[in-house]
């Protein structure tokens, strides 16, 4: 019997020869807005394996439909988001925290949870009932995002200088974060998805935003608990991270990250490969800064064999996967699952 898209991406994390890689877009409704035909055809030749669960626990629903529109919203942490672009997500301009010493005055959202048994019970009936409809690969609809969080509360160049200087308050913030983080993960783990998505931005365009050994001090344990209460209820970890992250990738590995979502094309591919190739799946990337905005789409087809060179397993670890956003060209989007098909194919 041919696999279902679940089975597809479970065989592929797990270096358990799927029938065909995996397919993933992570689509931006300022594409939506803009190339609806592109969109509508990539939806109907590439078939998406993955699918967010449709179950929302929050309390405050409504702030998720404004993050891509022009204005201001506030989060369920009570951060204020500016947009000046529809169909993006915008930033903080003024944090919550400016004074570090300020840190209990933040407050995680534990009310937007599920409370009391009944209320438990009917969010996991609710979940069960979505995950047993649909037979792709289920992610819930939340990132796991303590260094992100912590940026959003404090300001980015005041979370810079407190991993360069921790004053006292630091990583009581950051415990504070990662305690709500750990309860967000327990509830989702103990349902009927596949995975739990873990998001963290921490490269620059050619080195690691902070020194490794600080990385490893504060963030490598944090990460290390999420995987491990995500395996410990049959669930598979899975992490994005922007930017030249070569330095860490090894550690993701080591701590149990099942795929990475990382830009590729920030990095030595060579180098990359020979360490983490055949350990971990890459969970894409093609380039956003310069292919996928290209109009020529003969640079996202020459991107996608790149990849293939070096990543390519026919046993699974790999995954093709893009972000149709802001400034990519309708047609080199198209190009690039196209080429991964082709490539399939030939081999």
Same mark, same amino acid.
């Given at each position: ?20 890689? #995996? ?32 179950? !929302? ?28 672009? +529809? ?12 004074d570090i010493a300020d840190w209990k005055l933040v407050?995680? #959202? ?29 992610? #819930? ?14 300001? +980015? ?47 620059? !365009? ?56 990382? !830009? ?56 093709? !996967? ?26």
């Amino acid at each position: 019997m041919p696999q279902t898209p679940r089975e597809i991406v479970r065989r592929s994390l797990k270096f358990e020869h799927p029938e065909r890689m #995996p397919r993933d877009l992570w689509l931006l409704p300022w594409a939506e807005a803009r190339y609806p035909g592109a969109v509508a055809e990539i939806r109907r030749r590439f078939p998406q394996d993955f699918c967010p669960c449709g179950y !929302q626990y929050y309390r405050t629903a409504p702030f998720k439909d404004q993050r891509y529109a022009v204005g201001t919203y506030t989060d369920e942490w009570g951060c204020v988001f500016t947009n000046i672009q +529809s169909g993006v997500i915008g930033e903080v301009k003024t944090p919550q925290v400016r004074d570090i010493a300020d840190w209990k005055l933040v407050k995680p #959202p534990y009310d937007q949870l599920p409370r009391g048994r009944g209320e438990v019970t009917a969010a996991y009936d609710a979940i069960g009932r979505f995950y047993e409809a649909t037979d792709k690969f289920v992610l #819930p609809d939340i990132w796991v995002r303590p260094w992100e969080r912590y940026q959003f509360l404090r300001g +980015s160049e005041n979370a810079l200088m407190d991993l360069a200087m921790p004053e006292p308050g630091v990583r009581e913030l950051l415990a504070r974060i990662h305690d709500y983080y750990l309860r967000e993960i327990e509830f989702w783990a103990r349902s009927e998805i596949d995975a739990i998505p873990i998001m963290d931005d921490w490269g620059a !365009q050619s080195r690691l935003l902070v020194n490794p050994s600080v990385w490893r001090e504060m963030f490598k344990p944090l990460y290390r608990e999420y995987c491990e209460l995500a395996h410990a209820h049959g669930k598979f970890a899975l992490m994005h991270s922007d930017g030249h992250i070569l330095d860490i990738y090894e550690d993701l590995i080591e701590i149990g990250v099942d795929a990475v979502n990382s !830009q590729l094309f920030c990095m030595d591919m060579s180098e990359l490969a020979r360490r983490a190739k055949g350990k971990i799946t890459f969970w894409g990337e093609i380039d956003r800064q310069h292919v996928l905005p290209s109009p020529d789409p003969s640079a996202g087809r020459e991107a996608v064999r790149k990849v293939a060179r070096h990543f390519y397993d026919r046993s699974g670890g790999i995954i093709a !996967q893009f972000e149709f956003g802001a400034g990519a060209d309708p047609q080199t989007a198209v190009a690039v699952f196209e080429e991964w098909e082709l490539f399939e194919k030939e081999i």
